[in-house]
């Protein structure tokens, strides 16, 4: 379990985190959500113990990081996957963090096989591709057997294997009781992965809640329709009090009403349909509507000639 209480971190004039409580579950796999500099990384660094609140705190299971005696077996932590020596292998860099905490090198050779990466654990972490250090990063973040991992983007330059593999593992670890909280602006793997979400924006918590109900908030599933009958189809439509958009002269984009009854109301008039596709509520964008006013980067949109 992860408890954050009030937690303020300020860097100057900016406060990066503002004043946020939440507590991250055992036995679910919870997302942190939140647009750049949102405050996820200050939040994440806080609780792993590399940066000292301004004021608020944080726990991992109940205590202090810093007043665990073996912090690894409590909390195991991927925040930098490049943060290793290039010069040292796979499986030194594993038995130097290994030898901190008294873990022996069986648990060093389960950890490589576990993260897939024992044939290559003598060759030098520095000449490993990205997704080869993330699974490194990770296979260091178990080494512990920890109660509670933290796991800042960890499918970032992972292959298709290794996104499926990483999902597994983390519903894995969270079914066996683990706390298991991850941030990653990869939102269709967020969508696979979480059970819950904590959001972030400007430094302030936006919702703290099940994946499923943050879904069901923000209703905006629509159905394309494709209809040589447009016109007839829309003012009909529109009488039902739906919102309807012209994509071009033969497909409408409907909200408000799903496709069974669109087929009815165009059945009744007359009108042909050709295709009616339901496009549903993505995480993307329930995710979008809930930070909408929390966005400190936003492009603008690109103009037309
Ligand atoms: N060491 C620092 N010194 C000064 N300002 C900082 C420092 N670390 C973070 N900040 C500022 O705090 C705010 C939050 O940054 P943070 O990195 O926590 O956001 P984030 O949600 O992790 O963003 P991203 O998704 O881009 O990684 C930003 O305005 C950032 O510029």
Same mark, same amino acid.
């Given at each position: 379990m992860i408890e954050v209480q009030n937690l303020t971190k300020r860097f100057g004039d900016t406060a990066a985190v503002d004043d946020v409580t939440f507590t991250v579950r055992p036995g679910v796999v919870t997302g942190f959500l939140g647009p750049n500099g949102a405050g996820k990384t200050t939040t994440l660094r806080a609780v792993v113990g590399l940066d000292r609140p301004t004021s608020g705190t944080t726990t991992v299971n109940g205590t /202090?990081?810093?007043?665990? *005696? *073996?912090p690894l077996r409590e909390l195991g932590v991927l925040l930098? *996957? !490049?943060? #290793?020596? @290039? !010069? /040292?292998?796979a499986r030194a860099h594993l038995s130097a963090i290994a030898a901190t905490h008294g873990i022996g090198r069986r648990r060093v050779d389960e950890v490589l096989e576990l993260a897939g990466i024992q044939e290559v654990a003598? /060759? /030098? *972490? &520095?000449?490993?591709s990205l997704g080869m250090r993330q699974r490194l990063g990770i296979a260091a973040a178990l080494l512990g057997d920890p109660q509670t991992v933290v796991l800042d983007? @960890?499918?970032? &330059? #992972?292959d298709p294997d290794g996104v499926i593999w990483v999902r597994n593992l983390l519903k894995q670890l969270a079914s066996e009781g683990r706390t298991v909280f991850l941030s990653s602006h990869l939102m269709t793997e967020m969508s696979l992965t979480a059970d819950h979400l904590i959001v972030i924006g400007r430094g302030r918590l936006i919702a703290d809640a099940p994946l499923a109900d943050i879904m069901a908030a923000t209703d905006q599933s629509r159905v394309a329709v494709r209809t040589p009958h447009a016109s007839a189809l829309t003012a009909a439509l529109l009488a039902h009090g739906v919102t309807v958009t012209a994509v071009t002269t033969d497909r409408l984009e409907v909200s408000g009403m799903d496709a069974p009854a669109i087929a009815d109301v165009a059945a009744r008039i007359g009108a042909r349909v050709h295709a009616l596709t339901t496009h549903a509520t993505s995480l993307e964008d329930a995710y979008l509507s809930l930070t909408e006013s929390s966005v400190q980067y936003r492009a603008s949109a690109p103009t037309t000639s």
């Open positions: /202090r990081l810093q007043q665990h *005696a *073996a930098d *996957a !490049g943060n #290793l020596q @290039p !010069g /040292r292998s003598r /060759r /030098r *972490a &520095g000449k490993f983007e @960890p499918i970032n &330059g #992972l």
